[in-house]
């Protein structure tokens, strides 16, 4: 079935270091990919999405490309702050629709010390 | 995006007893999903629902456990029933998106004595 994998965390880094979040996903056919955020304390918020290969998602310095081949969308940014510090699921919705459910990874923790 | 609100925040049960969380979104939606995070875990969806229709349950997940309601196009609830101390976690409610994406409540704390 559908599924996706994360890097494990906790992932710590000092503020201003350049972030990458691995995320490889299984899925037939061609589904769309999302990064969600969670910070303490609250519910998941949608960082960035893409709906078809090569498509690349951005958002508040974030980024992550849909690449087919590798059948992959790492998370990246190039200079981390404290208020980074959350923990952050690589999800995908098999039908391309919001109709449908989402299958999220494992999710990834990250903390972003001064 | 849609806002959604849930209540209770957060509640602290006793075992064998219930709690029913309410789910309330500021638009006409018409699928709404219900799904739990376990501590330290990721999202699984325990159940789908439409208004005017019985919520179609994942596997793992009963209607006697979960049972669902869905009267109007912006609210829903869930009920955990007969609670024991592997109930708890954070219960979150979604609606679907204009897009692919779906949007997030601020989820419901439970922690079952």
């Known amino acids: 079935g559908d599924s996706v994998t994360q890097m494990e965390g906790p992932v710590t880094l000092s503020e201003e270091a350049f972030l990458t979040i691995n995320c490889t996903y299984t899925?037939?056919?061609?589904?769309?990919l999302f990064w969600y955020v969670q910070y303490p304390g609250e519910g998941l918020q949608l960082l960035l999405k893409?709906?078809?290969?090569?498509d690349k998602g951005s958002n508040k310095g974030f980024e992550a490309t849909y690449r087919k081949e590798t059948t992959s969308f790492h998370l990246e940014k190039g200079s981390v702050q404290v208020s980074d510090s959350a923990v952050y699921f690589c999800?995908?919705?098999?039908?391309?629709?919001?109709?449908?459910?989402?299958?999220f990874g494992p999710g990834t923790s990250l903390s972003v010390i001064p | 995006s849609a806002v959604i609100s849930q209540k209770p925040s957060r509640d602290i049960c006793q075992r064998g007893t219930s709690l029913t969380i309410q789910c309330q979104v500021d638009?006409?939606?018409?699928?709404m999903f219900w799904y739990r995070q376990q501590p330290g875990q990721s999202l699984t969806l325990i159940a789908t629902?439409?208004?005017?229709?019985?919520?179609?349950?994942e596997s793992g997940f009963v209607i006697d456990k979960f049972p669902i309601s869905r009267p109007n196009l912006t609210f829903s609830t869930l009920t955990v029933s007969n609670m024991s101390p592997e109930d708890s976690s954070i219960y979150l409610c979604?609606?679907?998106?204009?897009?692919?994406?779906?949007?997030f409540g601020p989820g419901t704390r439970l922690t079952v004595t």
């Open positions: 899925a037939t056919g061609y589904p769309s």
């Open positions: 999800a995908l919705s098999p039908q391309k629709t919001s109709y449908d459910k989402v299958i």
């Open positions: 893409a709906t078809k290969a090569d």
């Open positions: 638009s006409q939606v018409t699928m």
């Open positions: 629902a439409n208004q005017g229709s019985e919520a179609t349950y």
């Open positions: 979604s609606v679907a998106g204009s897009g692919e994406e779906q949007y």
